[in-house]
């Protein structure tokens, strides 16, 4: 396979996974200046994020139903490209679950897993650019062992965020609309996750 062909993978998962850092982004500037009368408006810019991954995902899909020879297995470009795009999904979710329960206020400890989202955003992107190198890289695998670290920290932190909001708040729904958000923050970690578990897979398959 010529190396434009192969190129085209690699900077599809990559061109992907830096949406799903600007829709972190986005989502975490919408939060942190928090207007429920804006909402509306903030959703669908989100919405645009995850519309442009879902063109890369299906032209992806579209490239992949062409090609007799890839650079890595078929179904490991379908989960990786798969993985990707549920990051960005689960991005766009918190801000639909803010919307649905009617939040008003912003929680800090939204703010503090978002902000590890954030950072399990930037370390996928880094990740995918070196993907290319897989064969050779010798620094994928700390790529992936900080997005593992990352998404150990959005756990602890999901606990402690769901441990407070049942210690200390009373309103009923507003207990039942954290504990939504907050589930959903934690999957975008996961998300990321699942991303690094494949490219390890990738990495032990190829070694």
Known sequence: MSKKQDAFYFDNFTACARLSLDAARQLKKTLENFKSEDISQRQDELHEIERAGDEH???LTDQLAKAF???????DIVSLSHHIDEVTDKIEEVLLRIYINDVHVIREDALAMLDIVIECCEEMC????????????????THVIHINSLEEKADHLYIDSMRRLHTQEKDVLAIIA???IYDYLEKCADACEHVADVVESVVMKNS
Do not use: A, D, G
Request: no cysteine; proline share 3%; charged share 40%.
């Open 57 to 59: 995902k299906h032209r």
């Open 69 to 75: 020879i890839t650079p890595i297995e078929r179904e």
């Open 126 to 141: 880094s990740l995918l650019e070196e993907f290319k190198n897989f064969r050779h890289s010798n620094k994928l695998m």
């Open 178 to 180: 954290w504990r939504e």
